[in-house]
């Protein structure tokens, strides 16, 4: 039940009460659970095999009945299948004829651990089945009785709800798919019936996932310029869904997606998207951690990202986390505000002139920042595997990254996430580290440990933490919690801890950064489109070279 679309976010007291009254079905191949124009009692739950619906070609309902009453009875088998029900009955199962057989036309296949069928005919008494479901070779399914089913939801409101919070989702995913495949249609007729066809442009279908409102607003006015050129017409259509395996379907009709830092885009979905004839993944940021490569490759679609768009803006933003935890400002802002103008020690920083500063990863946005940092006065030091001429030449020093740890009095964080950097700041490091230590990390949220940082907090170790990334942000970063629980300790723990300054991932988001990504995107998209680079050949690729 958990693994199913319809029950995956159902209460336990539901999951509860549908569990006592599944029972188990072992079919073997042509097995059949629900014959064509039957009512139908009840609905069923995949554990393993496949079902294939069939209908039946025949000319009339009494033809249908004489192949219905065709099918072979399983008598001798019953002691195969398990007990159902406190009186420990067998459930008896009929076979597919080959009369049955020779006149259906298949019609789809079920499969996947999950996979629910039946279950809305089954809210209502006599509804008719559409077609036959029987096994395709050995199958493993779970029967679920319809007045049983309704019994069980129309006894407690919460299990009412959380079936009509089931149906509301699936309604609204496929009304989104079917929207989608029937403007499809619409464009295609609507581009076959241009009489001059060297002189229409390419058209290129685009769904923005995450899509808040700055999105909304920056790429409209660009892409309306963009599509005065004849070369290519881009028509991008907005969501503030992620992208997930279940949304993924909200993008059949379109040619390209358009993704941001916390869209899964992982094996399920882009199997999903490869299905729809999605081929162009366009990240409208640099990182692409949340892309499974090997899965995109696969399905050969092509991954272009944003490989810059303001590093200063990034490296300011360090600074501006810096300033604001060694000098209170916050702290200082909302006491002025309550007219309370008094200092005391809880407002005292520290000068950062003579201050030992350590950044570790010297990237384009570090070199930025060591740049800024030299301004300081500060005494530099770097850590990272490729040593920047650059930074050695304005004075930094590199040195190892337990160096970094016992020497700075400030720690920016500014490496990628990546298997040999995640958890950079972890329990067993907390003893090297400076007492009293500012961190920075407006990189990735994977690089710290958030338990190990609390406990650098609560002892004293770590002075002052400024953030702009959260290691489990994906949930909550974007999106408007106000009026919700938080669920997760750790992010409130943070939240509540007045040593503690955290952004919502805003370091990018400056005028001049958001304009290079919407420029670039655009440009990833048309040079897919009407050069034709794919894959490695397009100059923004992400995917890896294999080995």
Aim: overall charge neutral; hydrophobic content about 45%; some cysteine.
């Amino acid at each position: 039940l958990q693994d199913t679309s319809w029950f995956n976010q159902a209460s336990e007291s539901l999951l509860t009460a549908l569990s006592q009254i599944m029972e188990p079905i072992e079919a073997e191949d042509g097995d059949i659970l629900v014959h064509e124009g039957e009512d139908i009692r009840n609905f069923f739950v995949m554990e393993s095999g496949v079902l294939a619906r069939t209908k039946m070609s025949v000319d009339s309902a009494q033809q249908a009945a004489a192949v219905q009453a065709s099918t072979i009875g399983d008598d001798a088998d019953d002691a195969k299948q398990p007990a159902i029900g406190g009186g420990g009955a067998k459930i008896k199962l009929q076979r597919q004829s080959v009369q049955l057989k020779q006149v259906s036309v298949p019609v789809d296949e079920l499969f996947g651990r999950g996979r629910v069928t039946g279950l809305l005919h089954a809210m209502e008494q006599d509804a008719k089945a559409f077609a036959t479901v029987a096994a395709q070779g050995s199958a493993k399914v779970w029967r679920i009785d319809g007045a049983h089913f309704r019994k069980v939801i129309s006894e407690s409101p919460q299990h009412a709800l959380d079936v009509l919070q089931a149906m509301a989702h699936e309604l609204r995913v496929g009304s989104k798919s079917l929207r989608g495949l029937i403007q499809k249609q619409r464009h295609k007729k609507k581009s076959g019936s241009s009489g001059d066809e060297s002189n229409a442009s390419k058209v290129c279908r685009v769904l923005c996932y995450d899509a808040t409102s700055w999105v909304v607003e920056s790429f409209k006015p660009a892409l309306a310029a963009l599509n005065k050129d004849n070369a290519l017409e881009i028509e991008m259509e907005f969501t503030t869904e992620r992208l997930s395996p279940s949304s993924a379907t909200f993008a059949a009709g379109y040619d390209a997606v358009c993704l941001f830092v916390n869209d899964d885009a992982g094996a399920d979905a882009l199997q999903t998207l490869s299905i729809l004839g999605v081929h162009l993944i366009c990240m409208r940021c640099a990182g692409f951690d949340r892309v499974d490569m090997k899965a995109a490759k696969a399905f050969g679609m092509t991954v272009a990202r944003v490989p810059a768009y303001s590093p200063y803006a990034v490296a300011e933003m360090a600074i501006t986390l810096l300033m604001s935890v060694n000098r209170k400002i916050i702290k200082a802002s909302n006491r002025v505000k309550m007219a309370n103008f008094t200092l005391d020690q809880g407002l005292m920083g520290v000068d950062i002139y003579g201050k030992t500063v350590a950044v570790m990863g010297t990237g384009k946005i570090g070199r930025i920042l060591c740049n800024i940092i030299k301004g300081f006065g500060a005494n530099l030091i770097c850590f990272d595997v490729f040593e920047s001429e650059s930074v050695k030449a304005i004075g930094g020093t590199y040195v190892s990254k337990e160096e970094c740890f016992r020497q700075a009095d400030v720690l920016f964080l500014m490496m990628p996430l990546l298997p040999a950097t995640r958890h950079t700041i972890n329990e067993e490091i907390l003893p090297q580290l400076k007492k009293g230590v500012i961190l920075i990390n407006t990189a990735r949220g994977g690089l710290v440990d958030t338990k190990a940082l609390l406990k650098g907090l609560r002892s004293g170790v770590i002075g002052g933490v400024g953030m702009d990334v959260y290691e489990n942000e994906a949930e909550y970063f974007f999106q408007d919690w106000s009026a919700m629980t938080i669920q997760d300790t750790d992010l409130e723990s943070l939240l509540g801890n007045p040593r503690v300054l955290l952004t919502a991932h805003q370091a990018f988001f400056t005028k001049e950064a958001v304009e290079k990504i919407v420029a670039t995107t655009i440009d990833n998209i048309r040079d897919y489109s009407v050069k034709g680079l794919r894959g490695q050949a397009h100059p923004n690729n992400c995917i890896p070279v294999s080995k």
